[in-house]
């Protein structure tokens, strides 16, 4: 009974996961479509200010309660990358296929692995050394420079990873000082006012159909964040993270047959690796909670 419970919920977790993945093929398939049309500061900020309306009735009752100083201070540090890190991402998917602008987002955890050990004091042991290791391979496969002319939209998503990396670390330090939700509502409302003096130096009037496409961005990824937190709620990382993989797949195909991008192998292989190295990253994390969680056992029992 208790093995058909467990099927249960990780078939649950890898649906939610699923449907996940979906919804962020579907962001990058929206932006990818409006092809540059909007200058990237300025779809930003509109994707984020759709973003706020959501979020607004979460956040407006912490504004009125009021944060100390600090954490004041690691909102806007939050803020600040994330601005630099949306800029980049829109710019990228201006200029570089679908699938390239998602296998070098695979770098993101692997940021945050390495600026949690070199940060947060979490400790980076050989084999998860070895791991990271692996992934930087694979983003040399995606991108391989010196053997391509490397296009700035390529530069600029490795910039976008280093800073939705650095963004979710301050989301950790955050996580004991505020609740998850007011995180993400707090993190839309400074991007958002972070984004508008640079959305207003380049502004472009947008048609009725590009402001509907960013709307639609909005709950895409709002739809994405929550289904991802149903997917960790059901079922362990370890058996939601490799789906993850299938992102690449779609974005491939959506690539593919809808705007006749070419179809990179070397893309896929580096993505591969990369997920490979942040599933089993996951998996060596999952074991150590449990150690730590789980008496040995020897161990008095009380």
Not at 109 to 119: E, N, S
Not at 184 to 195: E, K, P, W, Y
Not at 248 to 269: Q, T
Request: charged share 10%.
């Amino acid at each position: 009974m208790q093995f058909e419970s467990q099927t249960r919920r990780d078939l649950a977790g890898i649906g939610w996961m699923l449907a996940t993945g979906f919804c962020f093929v579907g962001v990058n398939t929206v932006v990818r479509g409006l092809e540059g049309a909007v200058p990237a500061a300025q779809a930003a900020f509109i994707r984020f200010l759709f973003g706020l309306i959501f979020l607004l009735p979460v956040a407006w009752p912490a504004l009125r309660r009021g944060f100390p100083v600090q954490v004041w201070g690691l909102f806007a540090l939050r803020g600040a990358l994330h601005i630099v890190a949306v800029v980049a991402w829109f710019y990228a998917m201006s200029r570089i296929t679908i699938a390239e602008v998602t296998a070098i987002g695979f770098l993101n955890p692997i940021i945050v692995t390495v600026g949690a050990a070199l940060f947060l004091g979490e400790k980076l042991a050989g084999r998860r050394i070895a791991a990271v290791c692996v992934a930087l391979i694979g983003a040399l496969i995606v991108l391989r420079p010196g053997l391509r002319p490397l296009d700035p939209g390529h530069l600029s998503q490795v910039l976008a990873a280093i800073a939705f990396g650095s963004s979710y670390l301050v989301a950790a330090r955050l996580s004991g000082r505020a609740p998850a939700a007011v995180v993400v509502a707090m993190m839309s409302l400074v991007v958002s006012i972070g984004l508008a003096p640079l959305a207003w130096a380049q502004w472009v009037p947008p048609t009725a159909g590009q402001v509907a496409a960013l709307g639609l961005v909005a709950v895409f990824a709002t739809a994405g964040h929550y289904t991802m937190t149903r997917a960790f709620a059901a079922a362990p990382l370890t058996v939601t993270q490799p789906i993850t993989f299938l992102q690449l797949v779609w974005a491939s195909l959506v690539g593919m047959f809808v705007f006749s991008e070419p179809l990179d192998g070397w893309v896929i292989i580096g993505g591969g690796l990369m997920i490979g190295a942040i599933t089993y990253i996951t998996w060596r994390e999952a074991r150590q909670r449990a150690r730590t969680q789980t008496p040995a056992v020897t161990a008095a029992k009380l």
